[in-house]
């Protein structure tokens, strides 16, 4: 009984809960991979570090015990990098939020020899809890806009407007997004998956 009221005293100096900054991309796209590290690396020793994850949705390659990881991205949606590291003040635990996003594909159909289409993608932007907001990444005038957004219930839902928006939930989230962009020259398709996860964090 004395040794793990000794253990639990000592365990309680111990664990120090401290911030610390794990530096990287908030960012990563399916299929890649982003460097991690602990900024202002305290620890006690080369290998007196822990990374692990949270989300399903990536993977660490190589030593998970150095003070940087190689995360790679494998399905779209959210993870929680976290890092404990044992310091001279004790163990300490950090947290970084990551993005995976599913590239966007494309397919032009060309009605002449040139296209007069730039856009090439469009990105999430949350107006509110349950409300999303998709953004082409070029502002393009003279074209018309055809956004279809189809559910994890099978459900769809569609939008003429240049910036679409569409409702979603964590129990029903978007599966496929859908933009088709059309001028008097030619169409372009773009189409983004999303991992049922990526609305339950999002």
């Known amino acids: ?97 990551i993005d995976v996003v599913n590239p966007v594909s494309q397919e032009n159909h060309s009605l002449t020899s040139a296209c007069d289409v730039s856009l090439d993608s469009f990105r999430e932007v949350k107006v509110s809890d349950g409300v999303v907001s998709f953004v082409p990444a070029k502002s393009e005038s003279g074209v018309k806009y055809e956004w279809t957004a189809e559910y994890e219930n099978g459900d769809k839902k569609a939008s003429s407007e240049p910036t679409a928006q569409f409702g979603y939930s964590s129990g029903n989230g978007i599966k496929i997004l859908m933009l088709r962009v059309t001028s008097s020259k030619c169409m372009r398709n773009f189409t983004k998956t999303y991992d049922a996860n990526y609305w339950r964090f999002y």
């Open 1 to 97: 009984m004395k040794k793990i009221l000794f253990l639990l005293t000592l365990l309680s100096f111990t664990f120090v809960y401290s911030q610390c900054f794990i530096e990287g991309n908030s960012q990563i796209k399916a299929g890649e991979s982003e460097i991690y590290t602990i900024k202002n690396n305290t620890a006690q020793c080369a290998d007196c570090h822990q990374w692990s994850s949270f989300g399903g949705n990536v993977s660490l390659e190589g030593d998970v015990k150095q003070h940087t990881i190689k995360v790679k991205g494998n399905a779209g949606g959210k993870t929680i990098l976290s890092l404990e590291m044992l310091s001279d003040k004790g163990i300490l635990r950090c947290s970084k939020n």
